[in-house]
C-alpha cells in the first residue's frame, strides 16, 4: 500500500533552515506529482508546494515563496522541502501528499505528518 | 486565488442526526472540489472528490452535492466516530491549490 513517511523536522531558531524528507513506497513515485501541505497549530489546512512528477515544473504558495523550496530524488523515492529563513508562522506540521494524478489534484495518500518549530 | 468558506465553523449535533456542512467558492469550480476529514492528532482522510464521488471504503451516509460556488458535505445519520473536523478544498483553478477553513462537528 502507499506510504508516505516524514523526517527532519523539530525545534529551530528564526533564521535559520531545515530540511524535511519524505519517503514513499508502495506506488510509482516518479509518476506522480507531489505535495507539502501544512497546518499550524489548531488551524487549518495550507498547501505549501507541488513539484511535478519529472522535477520540471515547481509552484509555491506566496507564504513561503523565495524561502522554501520543493525537490525530488525519483531514484531514492523521496521528497524534499528546504526551508529557509524560517519564521514563527511556518511553524506547523508538515504533510507530504500525493494526487491522483492531473487534473485529479486531490489528496488521497497524506504521511504521517513532521512537526516544525521556530522559535527561539 | 480561490477563496473557499466553510460554514458553520463548529457543528452541535446528536448521534444519530444528520449533519450538513457548507463550503462556498469565490468563484465557480465546476466540480473540481474535494472533502476531507480529520480526527484531533490524525492525518486528513479523503472522504469525497469531484464534489460527489465517494472515495475508496467511505460509507454510503456521506454524501457529496453541488457544482460551481456552492458545495454541500451531508451525514445522514452521525456516528461516534464522525466526529471530527472537515474541510473542503478545489482544485479547480490553481496554483494556489486552497482549502475552506474547517468545520468542526461536535457532539451535542
Known amino acids: 500500500q502507499v506510504q508516505l513517511v516524514e523526517s527532519g523536522g523539530g525545534v529551530v531558531q528564526p533564521g535559520r533552515s531545515l530540511r524535511l524528507s519524505c519517503a514513499a513506497s508502495?506506488?510509482?513515485?516518479?509518476?506522480?506529482?507531489m505535495y507539502w501541505v501544512r497546518q499550524a497549530p489548531g488551524k487549518g489546512l495550507e498547501w505549501v508546494a507541488v513539484i511535478w512528477y519529472d522535477g520540471s515544473n515547481k509552484h509555491y504558495a506566496d507564504s513561503v515563496k523565495g524561502r522554501f523550496t520543493i525537490s525530488r530524488d525519483n531514484s531514492k523515492n523521496t521528497l524534499y522541502l528546504q526551508m529557509n529563513s524560517l519564521r514563527a508562522e511556518d511553524t506547523a506540521v508538515y504533510y507530504c501528499?500525493?494526487?491522483?494524478?492531473?487534473?485529479?489534484?486531490?489528496?488521497?495518500?497524506w504521511g504521517q505528518g513532521m512537526m516544525v518549530t521556530v522559535s527561539s | 486565488e480561490i477563496v473557499m468558506t466553510q460554514s458553520p465553523a463548529t457543528l452541535s449535533v446528536s448521534p444519530g442526526e444528520r449533519a450538513t456542512l457548507s463550503c462556498r467558492a469565490s468563484q465557480s469550480v465546476s466540480s473540481n472540489l474535494a472533502w476531507y476529514q480529520q480526527k484531533p492528532g490524525h492525518t486528513p482522510r479523503l472522504l469525497i472528490y469531484g464534489a460527489s464521488t465517494r472515495a475508496t471504503g467511505i460509507p454510503a451516509r456521506f454524501a457529496g452535492s453541488g457544482s460551481g460556488t456552492e458545495f454541500t458535505l451531508t451525514i445522514s445519520s452521525l456516528q461516534s466516530e464522525d466526529f471530527a473536523v472537515y474541510y473542503c478544498?478545489?482544485?479547480?483553478?490553481?496554483?494556489?491549490?486552497?482549502f475552506g477553513g474547517g468545520t468542526k462537528v461536535e457532539i451535542k
Open positions: 478544498q478545489q482544485y479547480h483553478n490553481w496554483p494556489p491549490l486552497t
Open positions: 501528499a500525493r494526487d491522483r494524478g492531473r487534473p485529479n489534484n486531490w489528496f488521497d495518500s
Open positions: 508502495g506506488f510509482s513515485f516518479s509518476s506522480y506529482d
